[in-house]
Each structure stands twice: as structure tokens, then as C-alpha cells.
């Protein structure tokens, strides 16, 4: 049923070269230059070397001017082109055939600084080949085309600079797509994440998605929680690491002290990885139990405000994590991101549903709220969640004139059939609707008086 | 015409006047006579859960003023105000409020007064005399041993019995009666049982068996199980089974499907650990409910609840794997 989503890097991949953010350098001296080739002349240098970040438009833009301008395209990937027989079989075919219907045909060969001059042996040599043969353009692109390696290439090519994208163009294009998206997004959450990605659009794109598809909006909170720098989450990584493999106090203490990650979310990255690197259950049991006792530590000093504490707190969530492991091994399993935020989000509206519908109750049940929510809301349930009869919770729920909210909470995957339910009900007996059912008649007379309270008050005095 | 809304049956049997409750009965004379003399002293009602201390205290308001008593009456819980501050905000706001016609004083009934801390109970204290002019308190507790000596010096004491057997089944044979409940005998010992004379209890098993047909012994004990969020003892098994992820993501499901807090939790397994349902190793139980203590009091104290948890359902993975051995 839930339909496939597509990623907005493809989604919102730029059509026209008007949509490819700034490189109006760029932009100018590849369409002067494949010009030439579509009136039919050979420019002096046969090949573009793109070069720049990621993901600021190079592969992108050739790709919409190839559209405007009327060209085909033969995209590879340095995987698919990388040894000398591909370069020669396929690139240096493609490179000497007329292409019959277009303007012209133009090979794009992406990350060629891919090319390993070991691994790959003679692949660049015949590459260089290829581009003095070619009666085709050919671009390429690289993230670093400076390498000594690259140096007769460089020379065959002309050098197209793309620059590294402003964290203001990198908002403006968040904003486009959360607008397109019709998704609510604030002004700072997009600035985090345009500020994290150090200028590459693909990873700020993704940054977005993530967080939007998760939650449905994008709200600094969020994204200060989920979206980290690419080299913040290498640091974790490290310092996970320092504490996991550590086998001295000291080192495991300087893990935590050192580490550029506040020990807030260290201690959430360390929750939900310590399953991830220790299987004994000893080393399990010793490692949970001093984190544990870590964040006891941490409340101790937030509410007492001896914030001397602290070191404790660093004491058992490094070096208490780290020696808590007796037995040699640590299993192999990649560290992965902690979980609790996301869920902390999902639980945040049940709790409060619940709540509420306690206080929603307890006028009437004449009992605490955490009473209700003990001793009456688990046999509600029960009676909700019955799907075989859900008359009988409809009719509960016109009693206590439940909100939806309350009914989705009380009935879960029975929601539904409860709604149906009432709804029914309330076409047939739209008499009892919006009103609470009172246990007597003089009930509603108690209403009465206490609506013209505020008049009798000021007659008796 | 008969109204197709439906109210739950504690709520729609619960005794209305003094004269409505039959059990607890030397408690409800001694009450009879404060409404024949229109005068009281503050109140102090004890007793476990489900004997009707609330019930009795809103019954006497009802018979001292009548239909409208909620309007003469500051329904307070210990347990849902904020602190003993805004509880005095509350009495003195009501204190100023109309007072009734014939009888001299107003009620602050305050619902789990045991749950206050004792700093709180002597605000308390004076807050019962500032306003004794015109207030009588009617405090609730389960432990009357919670209330300090100095309130429980100025409060007439009210003890409240857990119910017997007979007020129990009598209660539930009238309801069935009323409501046209189809129902085995044995099915109402069996509530009884159960319910260990709290009638609160009692009632809201028989209306959830009822729900789902004939109320048999059979589905009074699936109620009680389906009561319980069966995740839990699956997320116990998990974890001594070894399976310390496993009984984590269970762990996480059931907080998101009911909304628990990491309390609610904690008291969930202390009830499901020593149930016979579940099949451990009797000194485990022992081993299991001392650090749940521990645990429980950290939550209570602040701490991380995932965190917190996660260590108990570590030490439960340890303990299933050395009592293999």
C-alpha cells in the first residue's frame, strides 16, 4: 500500500540550466563550448575536467544543458569505465561515432580522480588516448583533480572550477523543496542543516528528507537532534570506538572528555551501541549498569546543581563501559544511530493522549489521574479493543463524549470499527449527540443551577 | 426513552447517598450523625483501594447539601496538584467562593493525602487552620500511617475495611441484574478473588468480561491477563530467554502502544514477577524485584528511563543465563 519514495535528489534533480544553482562561470564556458561542437567545429581543448565539492550541480549541469542544447549523453561511472579494456571498448567506440539524430553525443565520465593509477593500471594512459581521438565531447568530473597522477590529463582538458555552494543558495533550495513538498519547515532548522553540509546540495537534500519524511515537518529541535556534520558523525565513530577498545581507565576517560560530542548525546550513542559491540551477557549487564548509573550520576547534578558531579558521570560512561568487558571479544556490528529521539517522538502524543483522557475521566470516576490510567484505562482498552462487539465501546465513547484522539488511543487497530460505530449511533439517536450522559435526570439540573450561579450570587448579596 | 450512551458501571453504581452504601457500616453511621447535626470535624479516611472512601466522602457531601454539592466541595488529588502551593492558591480561592445555605461550612475533600511529602503536610496543617472557620478538610489516604501525627491529631479517624465477600458478589449479582448480564457463579467468586475486596476492581472486570459475552471464570481471567499488557511478560521472557534486543524493541513497542511512563512499567513487571504465570526460579523473583527496586527509585529520582530499563533488562539477561547453569 505505501507508495515508493522517491529521493528528492532525484526528485528535485535540476531540469534547466536556469534550476542549477549558481556556476554561472560554469554554466558559460560549457555551453560556449559544446556550441562549438554542435556547429560542427573541434574547440582547441576536445574535453572538460569539472572539478569541485560534491554535490554542487557538476554532473547536474551537464546534464540540463545537454537537454537545452539538443545533446545525447553516454553517463558513466568511474566503476563502469575503469579498467583500460572498458576505457578502450566502450568510451573510445562511443568517442569515434557520429550519433545520427542529435546535435551531437557527449560522454560524461563521473569521478575520474575514481581511476586508481595502481589498481587501475593504464587506465588514465588510455583515456588520454581516448580524448585524442574523440570526435565526441567528453566531460569529465572530479572532486580533486589536482593529484600528480592527473597532470597529462589536466593538460588535455580545460579546467571548469564549480564552486562550493553558499549556505544561503543551500537554504533557498530547502525551501523550494519544502514548499513544493508542502511541508512546515523553520528558518533555523534549514540553516543547521545548509551549515552542516558544507556546501554539497545532494547531502542537505538528504539531511531534509530524512527529517521530513520522519516527522512530517522540520523544526530546529529535530534537526538539531537527527542531522549531524558528515565529520561530527566520524568523531562519534572514534569516540565509540576509543571507549569500546579501550583497556585502560584513562584512555576510556579521555575518550569522553576529549570527544567533540556533548556527553548528553554520547550517552544516548552509547545506549543504543553498547548491544551493537559486547554479546556476553556479564559484559551486557556491567556496561548497561554503569551507564546507568552514569545518568543517576547526571540527574544528581543537574538538580543539585553541583555540577563537580559531572566527572562521575564521565567516569562510568567511559571507563565504566569500557572495562565493564571481561571476555576478548567485540562483535564486528556497525555502530548505528540512537534510536531514543525518534522514538521519544512517537511516545510524546500517546502519553499525552493518555493523560488527557485521565483528566477527561476522573471528574466523573472520581479517582486520580494515575488512577484512572492504572486501575480503569487498561479494562477500557480491553473493551475498545474488542473487535468482535464495537457497539459497546461506541457507546462508552458517546457517554464520555470521547474525542478522536481518545478513541484512536483506547482502541488502537480497532479504531475504525469503533468509529463506525458511533457514527452509526449518532445517525440514528442524533438526540444524545455532543452531550455527556449523566447517571440521573437531576444531574442536568445541578448544570442548570450552576449556570445561573453568576445572577443568584448577586441577588443574595 | 432509554439512553443508547453508556457510561462505565463504576461510575454509573456507584452509591449516591449515605443510605446507598451497605457495607463500611459503623463509618457510614458515624457520617449519618455529622449530616443530622450539620457540623464536623476534619475527616481522615483510610483504607486500602476500592472500600468507597471517595464514595463516602461525596455521599456525605450530597446528603449535607443536597444535589448540587459539588458546588460546596474542592475536589482535590495529592497526586495530580503541583506542589502544596497551588493547592493553597485552590483553598483560598474556595474558601472565598458562596457558601451554602444551611450548613455552616464547606468541604475540601484531598484525595491521596498519603502521596503528599511531610513538608507538604504541614503546609497542610496550616492551611486546616486558617481555614477552619469556614472549611472542613476530608483527607483520603491508603496508609494513614503517611499523615503526620499533628494532622492526624485534628482529624476524626475513619477506618475503611476492605470488602467482604458477601458486599462484593451482592454488588455484583445487582448489577448483573440491571444489566441483563449473562454470567456463571463460580464466574463471581473468581472476580472476588481477584479483586481482594476492592470493588472498583471488581466492577471493571465484570464490565469488561461482560463485553466480551457470558462472563465465565474463563474470561474473568482473560480480562485480568488482557488487563496486563501481555508484551511485558513476553519482554521478560525475551530478556531471560538471553535475547536482550529482542526484549529492548518489546520494551520500546510497549511504551509507544500504551503511552506508559518507565513507572508504569517498572510496577508492571513487579506485578508480573511474581505472578505463577510466569516460570522462573523462585530466588530469581527475589533477585529481580531487588533491583527493580533500585531501578524504581532512580526513575523516581530523574533518571533516564530507556537507559534505566535497559540495564534491568540487562541484569535479566544475566540472571536467565546463569540460572541455565
Known amino acids: 500500500m505505501s507508495e515508493r519514495k522517491i529521493p528528492w535528489i532525484i526528485k528535485y534533480r535540476p531540469k534547466r540550466v536556469d534550476d542549477v544553482i549558481g556556476q554561472d562561470e560554469a554554466k558559460k564556458t560549457i555551453i560556449s563550448w559544446l556550441t562549438e561542437w554542435a556547429k560542427g567545429r573541434i574547440p582547441y581543448k576536445k574535453a572538460l575536467l569539472l572539478y569541485g565539492p560534491p554535490g554542487v550541480g557538476k554532473t547536474s549541469l551537464v546534464e540540463a544543458i545537454a537537454r537545452e542544447l539538443n545533446f545525447d549523453i553516454l553517463e558513466l561511472n568511474a566503476s563502469d569505465y575503469r579498467r583500460k579494456s572498458d576505457i578502450r571498448r566502450i568510451v573510445g567506440t562511443a568517442a569515434t561515432k557520429k550519433p545520427l539524430l542529435k546535435k551531437g553525443l557527449i560522454i560524461l565520465l563521473d569521478e575520474v580522480d575514481g581511476i586508481d593509477p595502481r589498481a587501475d593500471e593504464g587506465g588514465l594512459e588510455a583515456l588520454v588516448d581516448v580524448i585524442k581521438n574523440t570526435i565526441n565531447p567528453i566531460i569529465m568530473t572530479a572532486n580533486d583533480p589536482w593529484k600528480e597522477q592527473f597532470r597529462v590529463l589536466r593538460e588535455l582538458c580545460e579546467l571548469v572550477d564549480f564552486k562550493e555552494l553558499t549556505e544561503n543558495q543551500i537554504i533557498a533550495l530547502l525551501q523550494k523543496i519544502c514548499d513544493s513538498e508542502k511541508i512546515y519547515c523553520e528558518r533555523e532548522a534549514l540553516r543547521w542543516i545548509a551549515s552542516r553540509s558544507m556546501g554539497d546540495a545532494r547531502a542537505a537534500i538528504n539531511d531534509l528528507q530524512a527529517v521530513a519524511e520522519g516527522y512530517g515537518k522540520v523544526t530546529i529541535g529535530l534537526v538539531r537532534a537527527i542531522v549531524r556534520g558528515r565529520e561530527k558523525t566520524i568523531n562519534i565513530w572514534r569516540t565509540l570506538n576509543e571507549i569500546f577498545y579501550a583497556n585502560q581507565a584513562w584512555a576510556a576517560k579521555k575518550a569522553v572528555t576529549q570527544s567533540e560530542e556533548d556527553y548528553e548525546s554520547l550517552i544516548r550513542w552509547l545506549n543504543d551501541n553498547i548491544p551493537k559491540k559486547y554479546s556476553d551477557p556479564l559484559d551486557l549487564f556491567r556496561a548497561y549498569d554503569a551507564l546507568a548509573r552514569a545518568t543517576v550520576m547526571l540527574s544528581r547534578a543537574k538538580i543539585s546543581g553541583e555540577w563537580g558531579l559531572l566527572s562521575y558521570v564521565f567516569d562510568l560512561m567511559g571507563p565504566g563501559v569500557s572495562l565493564a568487558r571481561r571476555s576478548e571479544e567485540i562483535l564486528k556490528t556497525r555502530y548505528g544511530f540512537p534510536d531514543w529521539i525518534r522514538l521519544m517522538a512517537q511516545l510524546k502524543p500517546m502519553r499525552e493522549e493518555r493523560e488527557k483522557l485521565a483528566e477527561h475521566l476522573s471528574y466523573r470516576i472520581l479517582a486520580s489521574k494515575s488512577t484512572i490510567m492504572n486501575e480503569v484505562i487498561p479494562y477500557m482498552m480491553l473493551i475498545f479493543r474488542n473487535p468482535s462487539d464495537p457497539v459497546i465501546a461506541a457507546r462508552l465513547a458517546l457517554g464520555y463524549n470521547l474525542s478522536k484522539d481518545m478513541i484512536k488511543y483506547l482502541a488502537g487497530d480497532n479504531t475504525e470499527n469503533v468509529i463506525r460505530a458511533l457514527e452509526k449511533i449518532k445517525r440514528a439517536r442524533p438526540e444524545e449527540v455532543g452531550k455527556e450522559t449523566k447517571r440521573e435526570p437531576e444531574k442536568r439540573e445541578a448544570r442548570k443551577e450552576k449556570s445561573s450561579k453568576g445572577l443568584d450570587y448577586f441577588i443574595k448579596s | ?325
Request: glycine share 6%; hydrophobic share 40%.
Open chain 2, 1 to 325: 426513552m432509554s439512553s443508547i450512551a453508556e457510561i462505565l458501571w463504576v461510575e454509573k453504581y456507584r452509591p449516591r447517598t449515605l443510605d446507598d452504601i451497605v457495607n463500611q457500616r459503623e463509618v457510614v453511621e458515624r457520617l449519618k450523625l455529622f449530616v443530622k447535626e450539620k457540623n464536623m470535624p476534619h475527616l481522615l479516611f483510610a483504607g486500602p483501594p476500592g472500600t468507597g472512601k471517595t464514595t463516602a466522602a461525596h455521599a456525605l457531601a450530597h446528603d449535607l447539601y443536597g444535589e448540587t454539592y459539588r458546588h460546596y466541595m474542592l475536589e482535590l488529588n495529592a497526586s495530580d496538584e503541583r506542589g502544596i502551593n497551588v493547592i493553597r492558591e485552590k483553598v483560598k480561592e474556595f474558601a472565598r467562593s458562596r457558601a451554602p445555605e444551611n450548613v455552616p461550612f464547606k468541604i475540601v475533600l484531598l484525595d491521596e493525602s498519603d502521596n503528599m511529602t511531610s513538608d507538604a503536610q504541614q503546609a497542610l496543617r496550616r492551611l486546616m487552620e486558617l481555614y477552619t472557620v469556614s472549611t472542613r478538610f476530608i483527607l483520603v489516604a491508603n496508609y494513614p500511617s503517611k499523615i503526620i501525627d499533628p494532622i492526624q491529631s485534628r482529624c476524626a479517624f475513619f477506618r475503611f475495611t476492605a470488602l467482604k465477600k458477601e458486599d462484593i458478589v451482592g454488588r455484583l449479582r445487582y448489577i448483573i441484574e440491571n444489566e441483563g448480564v449473562r454470567y456463571e457463579d463460580e464466574a463471581l467468586d473468581a472476580i472476588y478473588e481477584i479483586s481482594e475486596g476492592d470493588m472498583r476492581k471488581a466492577i471493571n472486570i465484570l464490565q469488561a468480561a461482560a463485553s466480551l459475552g457470558m462472563v465465565t471464570v474463563e474470561s474473568v481471567f482473560k480480562v485480568v491477563g488482557m488487563a496486563r499488557p501481555r508484551e511485558v511478560r513476553e519482554m521478560i521472557r525475551l530478556a531471560l530467554s538471553g535475547d536482550f534486543t529482542g526484549s529492548r524493541n518489546m520494551l520500546r513497542k510497549l511504551m509507544i502502544e500504551y503511552g506508559l511512563s518507565g513507572e508504569d512499567v517498572v510496577k508492571q513487571i513487579h506485578r508480573e514477577i511474581f505472578s505463577q504465570e510466569l516460570k522462573i526460579p523462585e530466588e530469581l523473583r527475589v533477585l529481580i524485584a531487588d533491583y527493580l527496586g533500585e531501578i524504581h527509585f532512580r526513575l523516581v529520582e530523574g533518571s533516564d528511563e530507556d537507559i534505566q530499563l535497559a540495564a534491568l533488562l540487562a541484569w535479566l539477561a544475566l540472571l536467565g543465563k546463569r540460572s541455565q547453569m
